[in-house]
């Protein structure tokens, strides 16, 4: 059986917290979290979903988790994992400094 080793976790940690970043707070995604308010009602789970970190992060790690077991020691999760965990620290890290 294979098991998930450190860097594939922390990897995938990664991962959700920049997806459900994206998802939740970035400008990108705010014509998506509108039309789900829109196409739900304001008030509804779903727009509460797309606007709850905590909510949205459950939902992204269930589907990354699959991915990194079976995949994370390749180099093309590693590779893309790393842009999308590098992307989220450095925007915790200008976040902290600013």
Do not use: E, H
Request: net charge positive.
């Amino acid at each position: 059986m294979n098991a998930m080793n450190v860097v594939v976790f922390l990897l995938a940690l990664g991962i959700t917290c920049r997806i459900t970043r994206l998802i939740t707070k970035d400008t990108l995604a705010a014509g998506f979290r509108s039309w789900t308010a829109q196409r739900f009602g304001d008030d509804s789970k779903f727009a509460y979903l797309v606007t709850c970190s905590w909510c949205t992060s459950v939902w992204v790690a269930a589907a990354v988790v699959p991915v990194a077991f079976l995949a994370g020691n390749t180099v093309a999760f590693q590779a893309v994992a790393m842009v999308l965990t590098l992307s989220y620290l450095s925007g915790v890290a200008s976040n902290w400094l600013d």
